[in-house]
């Protein structure tokens, strides 16, 4: 039965996708990486250890199923070394368009090595993830939102509840603001007027926002507030929305320690890649290719 076949062809994209991963999986007879487990009919002989590299290649689900049968993917692995070893005799690594295809793949997987390998390099002091969060304070906001929601639209049948029209909607939701601001009182008049069933039983209660939150961009303006304050109007394609930041606060930083670790891990990779992608010069000697800012070669 064949479970692999053509295993490393099908997974050629991930394999330049990404650089290998650390370790190897777990999923093989637990021999010393020399340990000698086959010899194909060329001679070369397959330890352990270059088994377990092969199986890093694999996606979760092809490693398990080649532990379940791994002389099958043994046996793919000597058909495919038989067919690579056929292609080098006829010398068709050397013909046009193989030869640069190995060679440009070549340089993009060394490439993505590298660049895996400077990113598992890149250090952030604790002192630097407590200075950033201490000057990015906002951006950890959280808020708890009460609203009032006022729908626009048309009723859908007949004996349905009368829906407002937009300017109507708009002038409500406007007049409830100016008595919010007056001093009356958000729940009682969510409660009154509100459109939105689930909030309105909870006194207007809507949610708690992170800024990083997958919201409306109109909401975002909720992070502009101080607490106790209400937006203007928000115009939703079905409703206004009247949006109180009943409560606010800032996520403690344990909270929020990984996400900033791995913003500033980022940071310094990517100044890392900027710093040698602009300090990587071309010299361009045919006019064909000369860029226009720079002079031709004389």
């Keep these: 039965m064949r479970l692999v076949n053509f295993l490393v062809f099908l997974c050629a ?3 330049w996708a990404q650089a290998p991963a650390a370790g190897s999986p777990e999923l093989l007879p637990k021999l010393p990486d020399d340990a000698q487990i086959a010899v194909f009919d060329d001679g070369a002989v397959l330890t352990a250890g270059q088994l377990r590299g092969y199986m890093t290649v694999l996606d979760p689900g092809k490693q398990a ?5 791994p002389e099958t993917l043994i046996q793919e692995i000597a058909f495919m070394r038989k067919l690579a070893g056929m292609a080098e005799q006829e010398k068709l690594d050397q013909q046009s368009p193989a030869r640069e295809q190995l060679a440009f793949n070549r340089l993009l997987f060394l490439t993505q090595i590298k660049a895996g390998d400077a990113m598992n ?10 200075n950033y969060y201490n000057a990015n304070k906002n951006k950890y906001k959280q808020i708890k939102v009460n609203a009032i929601y006022i729908a ?3 009723a859908s049948q007949a004996g349905a509840k009368k829906v407002l029209g937009e300017e109507a909607a708009k002038t409500k939701a406007t ?3 100016a008595q919010l601001r007056g001093g009356a009182d958000f729940a009682k008049l969510a409660k009154e007027n509100s459109d939105d069933e689930t909030s309105k039983e909870k006194d207007g209660y809507f949610a708690t926002l992170n800024p990083t939150d997958n ?3 109109a909401f975002r303006v909720v992070f502009q507030l101080n607490q106790g304050e209400i937006t203007e109007p928000v115009r ?3 409703g206004y929305y009247l949006l109180k930041a009943e409560v606010v606060t800032v996520r403690p930083l344990s909270q929020v320690n990984e996400q900033i670790f791995n913003d500033l891990k980022q940071q310094h990779f990517k100044a890392w890649m900027d710093k040698v992608h602009n300090g990587t010069k071309v010299q361009y000697t045919n006019p064909s290719f000369q860029p226009k800012s720079q002079p031709a070669a004389k």
């Design 65 to 69: 199923l080649a532990a379940q049968s």
């Design 215 to 217: 919201i409306p961009d």
């Design 175 to 177: 007049q409830l603001l």
């Design 13 to 15: 994209g991930a394999v």
């Design 152 to 154: 626009f639209g048309e």
């Design 236 to 238: 939703q394609e079905n």
């Design 121 to 130: 390099q890149v250090q952030v002091d604790p002192k630097e993830v407590l």
